[in-house]
């Protein structure tokens, strides 16, 4: 198989993350022959990708409407002897529909889709979801499938491949104080955190109302961190100080160190609203860090509830608290949700789990 995985994404989020894990392990399985990754020169993608010494083709991305670039692209395919593309979102699903309907592109193309999000709003979108040349369309959990089903007519072309993460880069387990050090914490209160963009889907509302309640019960002695950025970001902030939170909620901003800072939480509190899956969530089983996690979405193909962790109502910060207190104050059940999650890890979404699945299903439909 000779890949290109190609994304128009300038940002630097779960996904895009995905499209290196892949990139290294079907590298490591030896699964293709050579493989590239298309993106902007200008995206976190380009850099990430550059550094690890990967194939990258860069572009100056305009618009996911120009033909010229579309022209471009089947040429790239073309001098490769690209096998199959894998798109990886929706700009550059337009590009390679582009390229391959009116420049006559012959490689076959893939879809993997992420989002739960209706994409029948108008005949384009209608109409490069049921593009002929997209042979399939990989989803991340089946709520993902639900929300496609609107405007793709060949239910057929779905399937399900979940998420993935790099237990490798996961390795610390036991929390060393670093977060008590930094942020000068008493070291016998507990962490109660959240590694999230401050977007609207994320529901830190429901968060911030959850520790309004925690701290008015006073039955758990925590600080509670919210790790992060984004343009809700100081919305929230003065949410926290409304609500007299800022004593109890501590900001770090975006950080680079999450590998390190994750398992120093006790627990992590995960209110997303509508999640495709929560690739954090997976993270969260490689430190070993118990879950309460909104039952949203695809949350419920990741969190087992009562076996690897507990699921809350959605939205319903009472619910929330009823369960971080019932979890914090249970060793038993935090020990054997932790140990749970990391097997339910192990079995089901490390790179090599996902990335065989992954290539099986491209092998399917590759230009032979």
């Not at 995206?43 to 083709?57: D, H, R």
């Not at 050090?181 to 830190?204: M, R």
């Not at 809700?232 to 926290?240: A, F, G, S």
Request: overall charge positive.
């Amino acid at each position: 198989m000779r890949l290109i995985q190609f994304t128009a994404s300038k940002v630097w989020r779960g996904h895009e993350q995905k499209i290196i894990y892949l990139y290294e392990a079907f590298k490591d399985e030896g699964y293709v022959e050579d493989q590239w990754i298309v993106c902007p020169i200008n995206s976190e993608i380009y850099k990430v990708a550059a550094k690890k010494g990967l194939q990258v083709i860069p572009f100056e991305y305009k618009s996911e409407y120009s033909l010229s670039y579309a022209k471009e692209f089947k040429k790239i395919a073309k001098e490769i002897n690209a096998s199959v593309i894998f798109i990886h979102n929706s700009k550059a699903h337009t590009l390679a529909v582009l390229a391959s309907f009116i420049f006559r592109m012959k490689t076959p193309l893939v879809l993997c889709r992420t989002l739960i999000k209706r994409v029948d709003t108008n005949f384009f979108r209608k109409w490069k979801y049921n593009y002929k040349g997209i042979k399939k369309i990989i989803c991340v959990s089946h709520p993902v499938i639900e929300s496609l089903k609107f405007a793709v007519k060949d239910h057929s072309r779905f399937t399900v491949i979940g998420s993935v993460t790099d237990v490798n880069k996961f390795k610390k387990q036991e929390a060393t104080g670093l977060l008590h050090k930094e942020y000068n914490i008493s070291d016998d209160y507990k962490l109660i955190g959240n590694i999230a963009e401050f977007t609207g889907f994320k529901d830190h509302y429901t968060w911030v109302d959850t520790v309004e309640i925690l701290v008015k019960e006073n039955k758990i002695k925590a600080k509670y961190i919210l790790v992060g950025k984004g343009k809700l970001e100081q919305e929230i902030k003065d949410y926290v100080e409304s609500k007299g939170l800022s004593d109890h909620i501590i900001f770090t901003g975006f950080r680079k160190d999450i590998p390190d800072i994750l398992p120093e939480f006790d627990l992590f509190m995960f209110t997303s609203n509508n999640e495709p899956t929560g690739g954090v969530l997976l993270e969260s089983y490689a430190c070993k860090v118990a879950i309460v996690a909104a039952d949203a979405g695809g949350v419920s193909e990741v969190i087992v509830d009562g076996e690897t962790g507990l699921l809350a109502e959605v939205g319903n910060p009472k619910d929330f608290a009823i369960k971080v207190t019932q979890l914090l104050n249970d060793k038993t059940m935090q020990d054997k949700f932790t140990k749970n999650g990391y097997q339910y890890l192990l079995n089901n979404f490390t790179k090599k789990v996902i990335a065989k699945k992954m290539y099986e299903e491209l092998s399917k439909h590759q230009l032979n």
